[in-house]
């Protein structure tokens, strides 16, 4: 037996956070061999679980609690690691390194791993404790909205990004009628090109959801009965009537913890790039985690999506097993809504260049982003396999013209091959 082997033996990690980037770095630890206690903290009562279903299948009644479950309970006893679920995390002691739990009790971690994901971004505005305004980010919250989403009710969405507009989209199928409110000029502004969001708003549209872009909301009035919301306000006057309110105006990382701690917080717990924070022994993963530079896009960013929660998990299960950390690769998402399945790979901020592979009239396309001649990130609607190439192409920061992207007779692979001939 080696040594670092019996040192391991006596080593605890914690991980405070029972979503998928803890699962998924309690399991890899032990896959990568770490020979110590491991211990997951989760705050919810479930076992660690997917998000991305609450605002698509699981919401539209299609996928039952179960298929929710990100690993069987099986995973967690094959590896040995303790779950101890519906258990907060209160504070970190880092000299003594030990946890504070809720509870009262306290727990000793040598390594420690903060997977604590984020919150709801709250509106703050007069009447936004009214009852029916409702948030979406975990199991309950679709609990508390699922009695709500019954025909001919008039629901009104604050925020036309993904989550709104994934809600949108099963609302409008059960027959309600829905109103989507959104700031900025266009839906997904943040992250999309504007020919790709008037080819959201026009599929909404065309589904009966009625899009309001440019609206900023000031406020919420009661209802006749004084208690639950009975309309939106809008500054430029406007007033919509809402038997309830669904507010996706994007998450608040839960840094509060590390914060307390004295680690480094900026816009999320700043890690380095193996996601270890300003204190050796403590990492950060997931949505609470922000990168000082991410190890592929080479600059800061913070990302909200399973991909990089688990990519995360695996550099963090790896290095503290002693195991080279695996390279960074581009981020990429997904959404679903109504039949368009829409997958992204890359940032598109800053591009110069854009190439549509399609018709955005259609309901297949791919948009292109290109910066300085290279591919920067891709769009893709309805195109899995080209999505895969896509992906590629931005990996391999491909040098492509533009009109070759957007010629569909041109196959991207030959596109691959000759940038890398190229290169
Ligand atoms: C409705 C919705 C749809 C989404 N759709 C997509 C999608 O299509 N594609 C995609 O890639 N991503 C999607 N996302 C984002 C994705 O789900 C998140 O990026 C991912 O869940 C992040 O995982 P995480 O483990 O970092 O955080 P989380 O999933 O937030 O898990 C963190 C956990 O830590 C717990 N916790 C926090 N503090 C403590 C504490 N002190 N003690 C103990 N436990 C604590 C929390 O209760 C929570 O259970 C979606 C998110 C939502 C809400």
Redesign the pocket.
Known sequence: MSQATDIDAGSTVAI???????AEAATLLRQNGHKGRIIL????KHLPYM??P??KAYLAGEIGADALIYKAPVAYEKAGVELRLG???AGIDREARRLRLESGESVAYDKLVI????RARELSVPGAKLRNIFY??TIADVELLQPQLQPGRRLVIVGGG??GLEFAAVAIKRGLRVTVLEGAPRVLARVTAPEVSAFYERFHRAAGVEIRTGVAVSGFTPGPDGENVGAVQCGDGLSVAADFVLVGIGLVP?TE?AEEAGLVIDGGILVDDVSRTSDPDIFA????AVHARHGFLQRKMRL????N?LEQARTVAAVIAGKPAPAATAPW???DQYDLKLQMAGISEGYDELAIRGSTEGSSFIAFYLKDGRVIAADAINRPAEFMASKRLIADRAKVSAKDLADDSVPLKSLIAAAAAAA
């Open positions: 405070i956070g029972g979503g998928q980037a803890g903290f989760g705050e919810e998000r991305p609450l605002s258990e907060r995390v997977a604590a994901g984020g979406l980010r993904y989550v839960n913890l993963i997931g949505d609470c909200e999506s399973v991909p929660a998402f997904w959404s």
